[in-house]
């Protein structure tokens, strides 16, 4: 069968090669307007951005103006970039456009390719969004392919770190928006947290591009974009909980120190039920029906402080505060909090202060976000690998298009050794030799530690190397870019999202930027510019004959996406190129998939010390390896997707609510149908109907008219009069209410009233969606131990998450038309106002999907706001850091250094 399918292959072409034959009639077309399109002066061809706006208003479709808007782009580019779009980068620009991934090799000019389908898109002007990996190629790209742009007259913006609402909402307002994903998101949910509609910055989501969209979908979807602010005091409910605790018996509690979990028995729960019932913390009810989950998560975090936590081994307490121990390098870890209320759940143990946690104020997945878009679409070198979930959760199709030169690259088959000690020797020979000859060098490794365990060695051999570890740097950019150079040794560890080519004998301009700057003589910098040019090719045709970039890999990445990415890096363009991975039984691959057998095999064979195997069976054997894991984190992803989509269902109907309040000047009949649906709750309650009168609550509805409406009702007289009913007592609540608010109104005027209600409605709805976005993270820690009773916790998930939603809705009801009715103005002043309505103060948090690293957990969090200071009447003074007050730990240190405080005058 596999031969059968091999020769359909032949015959008829994949059908990837299929679908990239379908574009070539498009390319045919663009090409043929090339020689019209030189021929028009600058203002002609900027003319066209107009004419083609006029034609879409006219009634054509983007896919009628699709061969001339992508002629006019190429011929812009040549005139402001000096550089012409390859028949191939046509179309990966059409493969964009269609809201597809596509997959180019490194150096095939993703950039360029972006800006067709950019300019093709910005011309309906709803805004195009381009997304980045970092500030740093947000920035460049915005400068770099925005002279295109602008030359067409379309106006481009960027949004970086640190702009303030009014900057950001200027560069939403631009056709062509370059970001980074993290403030995308962020301005997403910030936007969702404002009082006017002139208060949010983004615009709609009408199509995006993702740069390097497999680190983005993929790999930084694990973890939630989410925005915190600290809690109300609970100190109260700590330390009553924490007196709880040393109440209870071996009998009822389970403790796993392997798995260190620890869980109540029946007899526990019980137990516990009891005792918070005798001390009046559990009001009614079962500790765990919906409506007690909090105290199911205090009683939870209190139980693991005092059974799986341990003073002086997982913890300290010094100057009356709880520090973390390292568990791997017994060191203290200041600064550093668990999250989710368990760090105050130790301090309530220990008796220390208790701070306050913090509370999650909106939050969101990179998987919900850019499904938001109308379009979607994404480049990267390796996407085929994980093209069935690209397909599955976003609906985008992965084409490979051609490169535009044949790959020349050589690959070569693995080699393993036995130890890593063999395997680092093998390597190391290796790089000396290709220094030697002049061959540059690419190493990529797993970690930060096996880059400093590599330069050690290499220093040993007195072999000059430089090593990138810092993420995200404009010196790192510097650094790739001159790692073609012959003879370069560049130890790398994570290629992903570098954004700058390896070009052999280095890169020209990266060169010309450095060596150029300062230099004014038109002349001296023409001399310098032919200089600069010669050497680098002298140094290409060097590192060409020396066999061009050589790629080693120290060991295979769990994901083969990742090994692709360093392989790529060798070979751009047609040129010559060699990749080679070194593994040993001791790397984490190797060692989680079969090593017993395979050393044991190893020595039957009679390999000798320093010696390898080699063989493409090895390679197959690895691939199956690797495809289990990523199969493996694909589940994980769309496990996580599942529960989030509960929420994330109930996140829109909460926010598309809210831009209609903020749309709305009048939401007076919003506020009449609350009113009109809390009193039919409240008469259905106690005066139930078909009930006979003596068994109507008369009291119970007196105190909630009371409580509610604030109103003073004869509800005893009028259930003496004769064939009254629940409808008729229903109509005389709703006339005593109407008349109330309507006399409010009168008093106050109808302007403000409106002012008023559209004001504790924006209000009221965000206190109880911040409380309900509490109960759903409480829940779904609850509801993974349903599974061990048979139930299936996301159904469990997804039904009690409907029910608190419900109740959400119910108890927004009640509090506005409690606070309307009971709520006394007499002047404006006294009027709530949702003018510039500050947002509480937010923190941003994201792990950082390379390193692990969750500032959230860590208390270590990016503070959206100002170093908050001792005294506000002090200036600060960055020189004096005496009148810095309290700079949160990932801000930007004071002093103007540009670094984070943590790294520079805040570290430990």
């Known amino acids: 069968m596999a031969s059968l399918g091999a020769f359909a292959k032949r015959l008829f072409g994949s059908a990837n090669d299929r679908k990239i034959k379908a574009y070539n009639a498009r390319v045919e077309a663009i090409n043929a307007l090339e020689t019209d399109m030189a021929a028009l002066s600058d203002d002609a061809l900027k003319a066209k951005t107009a004419e083609f706006r006029a034609r879409l208003a006219d009634g054509a479709t983007l896919d009628e103006i699709l061969p001339e808007a992508f002629a006019t782009v190429r011929e812009a580019a040549k005139r402001t970039l000096g550089q012409r779009h390859y028949d191939v980068q046509l179309i990966g620009g059409m493969v964009l456009h269609d809201g597809n991934i596509a997959e180019m090799k490194t150096g095939e000019g993703k950039t360029l390719v972006s800006t067709l389908a950019a300019y093709l898109n910005a011309l309906p002007a709803k ?46 307002a631009a056709d062509i928006t370059y970001g980074t994903n993290n403030e995308y998101g962020f301005d997403y949910l910030r936007d969702n947290m404002k009082y006017q509609l002139t208060s949010m910055v983004q615009r ?115 100057a009356g505060k ?137 220093k040993k051999k007195k072999v000059k190397h430089k090593v990138l570890n810092a993420r995200y740097h404009e010196q790192e950019a510097h650094i790739v870019a001159q790692a073609g150079v012959p003879g370069a040794i560049t130890i790398a560890t994570n290629m992903a999202g570098r954004g700058t080519d390896i070009q052999l004998g280095g890169n020209i301009d990266m060169r010309l930027a450095d060596e ?37 890999g120290t060991e295979r990445h769990e994901s083969r996406r990742i090994d692709n990415q360093l ?30 057998r395979m050393d044991g095999m190893l020595q039957k064979l009679g390999l000798q010390e320093g010696e390898a195997i080699v063989h493409p069976w090895i390679n197959k054997a690895l691939e199956k390896a690797q495809q289990k894991v990523e199969a493996r984190n694909y589940d994980i992803r769309k496990n996580l997707l599942k529960y989030d989509n509960v929420m994330n269902d109930q996140r829109r ?31 259905s309650l106690h005066v139930p109907e078909k009930a006979y009168a003596e068994q109507w609550d008369l009291a119970g509805l007196k105190e909630d008219a009371k409580k509610n409406l604030d109103l003073d009702l004869p509800v005893e007289t009028w259930a003496e ?118 947002l509480p103060e937010m923190h941003a948090h994201h792990a950082d999907p390379v390193t692990g ?13 100002r170093p908050v200071r001792n005294d506000p009447g002090v200036a600060m003074d960055p020189n004096d850091p005496r009148t810095w007050g309290k700079t949160p730990r990932n801000a930007p240190c004071p002093c103007g250094s540009g670094k984070k405080y943590k790294h520079c005058h805040g570290a430990l």
């Open 127 to 172: 805004g195009v969004h381009i997304v980045t990996v970092n500030d740093y190629l947000a920035k460049r790209d915005a400068e770099w392919m925005g002279e295109v742009h602008r030359f067409l007259g379309l106006e481009v913006g960027v949004i970086l770190h640190g702009l303030t609402d009014d900057q950001r909402r200027q560069a939403y």
């Open 204 to 318: 709609g989501h009408a199509f995006a591009i993702v740069d390097e969209v497999d680190s983005i979908l993929i790999d930084e979807a694990r973890t939630p974009l989410i925005i915190s602010g600290p809690l109300d005091d609970k100190s109260d409910l700590y330390l009553s909980i924490d007196e709880v605790i040393p109440l209870i018996g071996e009998e009822d509690y389970e403790f796993d120190e392997k798995q260190r979990t620890v869980n109540l028995t029946e007899e526990g729960n019980e137990r516990i039920e009891g005792i918070l019932k005798e001390q009046g913390i559990l009001e009614e009810g079962s500790l765990y029906d919906i409506e007690n989950i909090s105290i199911v998560h205090h009683v939870n975090n209190a139980l693991r402080a005092h059974k799986m936590f341990q003073k002086d081994k997982d913890y300290i307490v010094k």
């Open 322 to 458: 709880v520090v973390i121990i390292d568990e791997f390098t017994g060191r203290m870890m200041e600064g550093r909090r668990y999250s989710d209320g368990l760090h105050q759940a130790l301090e309530a143990k220990e008796r220390v202060q208790i701070q306050p946690e913090n509370q999650t104020l909106a939050s969101i997945t990179f998987q919900n976000y850019f499904r938001m878009y109308d379009k979607l679409s994404g480049m990267t070198g390796t996407a085929l690998t994980e093209a069935n979930e690209f397909a599955d959760i976003y609906g985008l199709e992965v084409l490979e298009i051609p490169t535009n030169k044949p790959i020349a690259r050589v690959d070569e088959d693995d080699e393993v050794y036995r130890t890593a000690q063999e395997k680092y020797e093998a390597m190391i020979a290796e790089i000396e030799d290709c220094a030697a000859r002049g061959q540059p060098v690419l190493v990529g490794t797993t970690s930060i530690e096996k880059s400093e365990t590599l330069s050690e060695l290499l």
């Open 516 to 552: 150029t700057a300062g230099i004014e003589d038109e002349a001296e910098l023409a001399r310098k510019t032919e200089e600069v040019k010669a050497d680098i090719e002298a140094k290409k045709r060097q590192a060409l004959e020396a066999g061009g970039l050589y790629v080693i």
């Open 567 to 596: 392989r790529g890096r060798s070979g751009r363009q047609g040129d010559p190129g060699r990749s080679k991975f070194y593994l040993s039984l001791d790397d984490d691959l190797m060692r989680i998939f079969g090593t017993d």
């Open 653 to 683: 109907a909460i926010f598309e609510q809210r831009v209609e309040l903020m749309r709305a000047d009048d939401v007076s009949e919003t506020v009449e149908d609350m009113r009109r649906q809390v009193i039919d709750d409240m008469v």
């Open 721 to 838: 009069e004769e064939g009254i009913a629940d409808e008729e007592i229903r109509e005389r609540i709703n006339a005593a209410s109407d008349r109330l608010m309507a006399a409010k109104t009168a008093q106050v005027g109808p302007k403000l009233m409106r002012q008023v209600e559209k004001a504790v409605l924006l209000q009221t709805l965000d206190l109880h969606w911040r409380e309900h976005l509490m109960m759903l993270d409480h829940l779904r820690q609850a509801v993974g131990l349903r599974g061990y009773a048979q139930r299936d916790p996301l159904n469990e998930y997804k039904s009690e998450a409907f029910e608190l939603f419900e109740s959400l809705l119910a108890r927004l009801r009640e509090d506005v038309t409690r606070q309307l009715s009971v709520a006394q103005f007499v002047t404006e002043e006294q009027a709530p106002k949702i003018e510039n309505e500050p």
């Open 853 to 865: 690293e969750e500032e959230i957990a860590g208390g270590d969090t990016t503070t959206l706001q």
